[in-house]
């Protein structure tokens, strides 16, 4: 079955960095592009980027781009999120999601999302 498990989640002051990574496993890792959400408390889940298969190509929300890094490696089955330039409103948990089904929104077409993990910026 697919599973996504994601860890590197903690406490940061604003103006550091943290690198999230999601271990795949459970379907062809390398076939798929993957993506990161986040959700802060009361807020909806928001899109924050997406890598594609191979790796190549990336497509990062607004509020991302520019701090934010997606990259992958298909070896080892794991993608990352390297969070630069952190703000306090960076604050949610994090999720990675495989995208199995392709639309020409990339913040559509995820089926299986990881636990979270909890990415905490403090002012």
């Known amino acids: 079955q697919v599973q996504l498990v994601e860890s590197g989640g903690g406490l940061v002051q604003a103006g550091g960095s943290l690198r999230l990574s999601c271990v795949a496993s459970?379907?062809?890792?390398?076939?798929?592009?993957m993506g990161w959400f986040r959700q802060a408390p009361g807020k909806e889940r928001e899109f924050v980027g997406t890598?594609?298969?191979?790796?190549?190509?990336?497509f990062y929300a607004d509020s991302v781009n520019g701090r934010f890094t997606i990259s992958r490696v298909n070896a080892k089955n794991t993608v990352y999120l390297q969070m630069n330039s952190l703000k306090p409103e960076d604050t949610a948990v994090y999720y990675c999601?495989?995208?199995?089904?392709?639309?020409?929104?990339?913040?559509?077409?995820?089926?299986?999302w990881g636990q979270g993990t909890q990415v905490t910026v403090s002012s």
């Open positions: 999601a495989v995208r199995r089904h392709v639309y020409s929104d990339y913040r559509m077409g995820y089926d299986y």
């Open positions: 459970g379907f062809t890792f390398s076939s798929y592009a």
């Open positions: 890598v594609s298969a191979s790796g190549d190509s990336t």
